[in-house]
């Protein structure tokens, strides 16, 4: 789906499709913009994201799915929702008989599973299997 150009962050691994999507990477994760929220101790990394938080946690906005009693704070959650509860959306391996329903999962089956990606700890032997388990660990091992 995104091939071709890739706009490579020159701090971390991190490649883009579209340079906004650099720049907003760039200004959420290395320059360290935050946009607090004024009502609770929620912290967004950009503004967008705020105001998106407020509908959904301080107006009590919701999105309902026509189809059955779930509610969604956020719209793509419903049109997820909607994708894999109702229209039995799933992302096969071209690997193996894996099927996940959402792409982000299958990403980190190939990832995982095919490719043998591993993010080693620094400070003992550990490799998790995905860099947000990495986090856990150090933070429950490393800095309790």
Not at 45 to 62: D, F, I, T
Not at 64 to 84: G, T
């Amino acid at each position: 789906k995104h091939e071709g150009v890739r706009y490579p962050c020159d701090q971390c691994d991190y490649k883009a499709t579209l340079p906004t999507h650099l720049k907003r990477h760039k200004e959420s994760k290395h320059e360290g913009s935050q946009y607090p929220c004024d009502q609770c101790d929620h912290v967004s990394s950009q503004l967008s994201y705020l105001k998106k938080h407020k509908k959904a946690k301080h107006e009590g906005v919701r999105y309902k799915c026509d189809l059955c009693d779930y509610e969604a704070n956020y719209q793509p959650n419903l049109k997820r929702h909607k994708e894999v509860i109702h229209d039995g959306v799933r992302y096969s391996c071209d690997q193996c008989s894996y099927t996940a329903t959402y792409p982000g999962h299958l990403l980190n089956h190939k990832n995982t599973v095919h490719r043998g990606v591993r993010y080693p700890c620094d400070q003992c032997d550990y490799k998790a299997t995905q860099h947000s388990n990495l986090k856990k660990h150090i933070a429950s091992m490393h800095e309790g």
